[in-house]
C-alpha cells in the first residue's frame, strides 16, 4: 500500500514564526502536492513538484514556499506565518503516466496565533 | 480554470438506502476524475479513479460513472451503512498534473 506521512497531525504557531510542515512518500512516486483545506473553499492546490529540485505554483502559492531535495520528501515552508494561514494541510502524491491517481496524507491541522 | 460542484452540499438517509452522489464540472477536456472519502479531521481516501477513456468504474458497493460530453460523474452507494456516513469529495484533473476538487457532499447514513 502506498504511504504518504505528513510531520505533525497538529501545530500551533504564534504570527511571524517560521513554520515546516514535512511530508513523505514511500512509493518512488515523481509528483508531490500541497493543498490547504478550508471550510466552503474546499482544497485548493499551493505548490507541486514534479522531480527532485522542481517545483511550479498552484492556485494560491503567495506567503509558501516548498523543497524538494529528496524524491520522496516534499517541504512546506510558510516564511512568516499568518493568522489566515490557519488551516488543514494536505500533502499527495502520484505517478505521472500511470492514471495519476493521488494518494494523500492525514493532513495537519495548523493553527496560527 | 476548471470549475468542479458538488450537489447537494449534505445528505441524510436512513440505513440500507441507496444513495446518488453527484458530481458537475465545468471543462470536459479531462484526464480522469477521482471520487475520495474523508472521515472529520482526517486525510482523503481514494475511491474510484476513472481514467477519461473510461464510462464507469465499481469497487464493492460503490460505483462511479463519467459522461464527460455532459460534464457530469456520478457516485452510487448501494445498501448504505452508518460506516458509510462522511464526505465524499469529487477531483477533476484537466491537465495531468493538477486535481480540481469540488467542495463535497457531507452523507449520514441513520441506522
Known amino acids: 500500500d502506498v504511504k504518504v506521512t505528513q510531520s505533525s497531525r497538529y501545530l500551533v504557531k504564534r504570527t511571524g514564526e517560521k513554520v515546516f510542515l514535512e511530508c513523505v512518500q514511500d512509493?518512488?512516486?515523481?509528483?508531490m502536492f500541497w493543498y490547504r483545506q478550508d471550510p466552503g473553499l474546499g482544497l485548493r492546490l499551493i505548490y507541486f513538484?514534479?522531480?527532485?529540485?522542481?517545483?511550479e505554483k498552484g492556485d494560491i502559492p503567495e506567503g509558501y514556499s516548498v523543497s524538494r531535495e529528496k524524491k520522496e520528501r516534499f517541504s512546506l515552508i510558510l516564511e512568516s506565518a499568518s493568522t489566515n494561514q490557519t488551516s488543514m494541510y494536505l500533502c499527495?502524491?502520484?505517478?505521472?503516466?500511470?492514471?495519476?491517481?493521488?494518494?494523500f496524507g492525514p493532513g495537519t491541522r495548523l493553527t496560527v496565533t | 480554470k476548471q470549475e468542479v460542484t458538488q450537489i447537494p452540499a449534505a445528505l441524510s438517509v436512513p440505513e440500507g438506502e441507496n444513495l446518488v452522489l453527484n458530481c458537475s464540472f465545468t471543462d470536459s477536456a479531462i484526464y480522469n476524475l477521482q471520487w475520495f472519502r474523508q472521515d472529520p479531521g482526517k486525510g482523503l481516501t481514494s475511491l474510484l479513479l476513472i481514467q477519461s477513456s473510461q464510462r464507469e468504474q465499481t469497487s464493492g458497493r460503490l460505483n462511479a460513472s463519467l459522461d464527460k460530453s455532459s460534464g457530469r460523474s456520478t457516485l452510487y452507494i448501494a445498501a448504505s451503512q452508518p460506516g458509510d456516513s462522511a464526505t465524499y469529495l469529487c477531483?477533476?484533473?484537466?491537465?495531468?498534473?493538477?486535481?480540481?476538487f469540488g467542495t463535497g457532499t457531507s452523507l449520514t447514513v441513520i441506522p
Open positions: 499527495a502524491s502520484s505517478v505521472p503516466r500511470r492514471s495519476y491517481e493521488q494518494y
Open positions: 512509493m518512488d512516486h515523481e509528483n
Open positions: 513538484s514534479y522531480d527532485v529540485k522542481m517545483k
Open positions: 477531483a477533476v484533473d484537466s491537465t495531468g498534473n493538477q486535481f480540481y
